[in-house]
Each structure stands twice: as C-alpha cells, then as structure tokens.
C-alpha cells in the first residue's frame, strides 16, 4: 500500500543545534501537511506546501517539497526548548492522508 | 472557545466492557475523523466521515463503530474492550477531504486494565 516513510524516529541535539526530518513517499503526493505534536498534546498544523519544489519559512522552521513530489523536509535552526515534541508529515495521495511515524526531538540537557 | 472537544478526557475501565467516545467541532466543517495512536506515537486512521457519511473504514475490529448524527458530531462506540485497546484516541475535524489542513482535539486515553 501507500506509504509515507519518516525519518529518523529520534533525534537527540543540543540547545542551539538545528535538527531535520526527512519524508519520502512511495507514490507522487498533491501535497504534504506538517504537524506538531507536544509531549501530552495534540497534533497541530504547522503549513501545507503543494507545489513541486516549494521551499515556505516559519521564522527557524524551513520546510520542503521535492520537485518530484515524493520527499519532503523540516528544518529547524538553532533548537530551543520550545520546539521540544514530535513532528509529523501528511501526505496526500488520491484523496487520502497518509501519515508518517513521526519524528520526536528530544533537547539534551 | 474549544474548536475540537472530545469526552471523556480519560477512561479507564476493564477488559470486556463497553465504552463510548464523544467528539464535537464548532468550526462548521464538514469532516471529521477517528484516529488512534498508540504508545510509539503512530497515528493510525480509524474512520472518516464527510457531511454525515462514513468515507474512510480502515482495517479497524467491527467491536469499533462510529456514529455522526450531524456534521458537527461524531461518536465512536467500542464493545468488548481489550487490552490493546489501550491508546490515545484523536478526533479531527477538515473542511473538505482535499486541501485544508486538520484540527484535533485534546485526545481521549483510554487505559484496559
């Protein structure tokens, strides 16, 4: 079936270190959702990219979409507390949203 | 202004009894989904429902069934619970199935003892 591969399922960095997560899809994607999810919280919607190649910011987070539509990535700059959690992609595939495993980033303290 | 609420916030019960989750939106969208996830954070779709009809039914035990007696709601009922059954379950609301992005809620968790 259709799959959404995440990685890495963890990532342990140093405050002030940046940190990424990578997606790859089986099949071609319309577009692809971010979430976060904070330790005993929900998931919440970060951004949406759809076009092939797009590149959109969030302050420290970049996020990408490959310009063949099956990859994507969250980059996030000099790690701070605050982006403690598990970060999600979603991608969309013939009308249904394909989840990823998550990737949880842990600050060392 | 709780956009997505869910009740109970817990629930812990034992094995073989039945439960019911109750999810309401209040941001006139028109989906809404179930989704579970597990204690390795997997989120797992359960069922989605557009404008009242049922539109995803993912390999789920039939011991789950859910139920949306208008747009704004959408219950899920479990019989004879088990041991596995233990998670966190997530409803989440869209306005349509394509493009917009999905709201949560805070998330029931269900412990089986």
């Known amino acids: 079936g259709q799959q959404v591969m995440q990685i890495p399922q963890y990532q342990h960095v140093q405050e002030g270190e940046d940190f990424t997560t990578y997606c790859n899809s089986s099949t071609t994607l319309s577009n692809i959702q971010w979430y976060k999810q904070r330790p005993g919280g929900h998931p919440v919607f970060l951004i949406q990219?759809?076009?092939s190649g797009e590149v959109k910011k969030q302050k420290r987070l970049t996020f990408q979409f490959g310009e063949a539509k099956k990859n994507s990535s969250l980059h996030i700059t000099a790690t701070q507390t605050t982006d403690v959690g598990t970060y999600f992609c979603?991608?969309?595939?013939?009308?249904?949203?394909?989840w990823g495993a998550g990737t949880k980033l842990i600050i060392k303290p | 202004d709780t956009a997505v609420s869910q009740t109970p916030k817990y629930l812990v019960t034992q094995m073989g009894n039945d439960k019911s989750i109750k999810c309401e939106q209040n941001l006139g969208h028109d989906t809404m989904y179930w989704y579970k996830q597990d204690s390795k954070k997997f989120l797992k779709i359960m069922f989605s429902?557009?404008?009242?009809?049922?539109?995803i039914n993912e390999t789920v035990p039939n011991r789950f069934s859910p139920k949306s007696p208008d747009k704004a709601h959408l219950n899920l009922h479990i019989n004879s619970l088990e041991l596995g059954d233990s998670a966190v379950y997530f409803c989440a609301s869209s306005q349509g199935v394509v493009n917009q992005p999905q709201h949560f809620g805070d998330g029931t968790r269900l412990s089986i003892l």
């Open positions: 990219l759809v076009k």
């Open positions: 979603a991608g969309r595939s013939n009308y249904q949203l394909i």
């Open positions: 429902y557009n404008n009242k009809e049922l539109i």
